[in-house]
């Protein structure tokens, strides 16, 4: 049996990650990184097409084209040892760990302290999948399982029912009134409605089956 990981979610928006190594890997990580709003440290003598692109359009804020050196680390809040080098990559996992950085190290999950998982992402909806490390490909069948079944009706519902919350919990203020109306909305099928129709088609019969009021413009 592996470790027993705590599932989290972080913001990193303005927040330092190093990512050492320029290859597939450092690449994919970095692209997420950067789509997340982290300050993003590359450290690689040389990288992939991919990365310089980057590199070039901002979205890496530093690029140190040389080697690991001491010091790469400072400031960062979590860093990637993803070079095609062990020993590097485990003098990266010592000196992040020596600061209180969480430290991803590809190929090596039992030297790691946080695993990046595979992702599924519909507007605000993300589930994350992770194996542990035991299987990468395992992880990635799951998330295109999961991707099938959680589509863009999903990420509709999500925001109508973001727009309601202060009014649903106005309206239910305990919280088991309030899982009732969100429970009977979900069994009435609104997730294919608003696959179908889109979440604007979709507004006034997700507050009429939570007992809110009908929108401004149609109650004009």
Request: charged share 25%; with cysteine.
């Amino acid at each position: 049996m592996g470790r027993d990981l705590y599932p989290v979610f972080l913001d990193l928006s303005g927040r330092m990650v190093v990512v050492v190594g320029g290859g597939a890997v450092a690449t994919d990580r970095t692209a997420r990184l950067a789509a997340c709003g982290a300050r993003v440290r590359l450290v690689s003598p040389e990288v992939l097409p991919a990365l310089g692109e980057m590199v070039s359009d901002g979205r890496i804020a530093e690029h140190h084209a040389r080697g690991y050196e001491d010091g790469d680390l400072d400031g960062a809040v979590l860093v990637i040892a993803a070079t095609d080098d062990a020993d590097v990559n485990r003098r990266v996992r010592d000196d992040a760990r020596a600061m209180g950085a969480e430290v991803n190290v590809a190929d090596d999950p039992a030297g790691s302290t946080a695993v990046i998982p595979a992702v599924v992402r519909q507007g605000d909806l993300a589930l994350a999948i992770t194996t542990g490390g035991a299987s990468p490909v395992l992880a990635r069948r799951i998330r295109e399982d999961l991707q099938q079944h959680f589509g863009p009706g999903w990420a509709g519902l999500i925001d109508l029912l973001a727009e309601t919350r202060d009014e649903l919990i106005a309206t239910y203020p305990d919280i088991a009134g309030r899982r009732a109306a969100v429970e009977a909305l979900l069994d009435a099928g609104i997730i294919e409605q608003v696959a179908a129709d889109g979440p604007d088609a979709c507004r006034a019969r997700v507050r009429g089956a939570l007992g809110l009021a009908a929108p401004a413009s149609e109650a004009a």
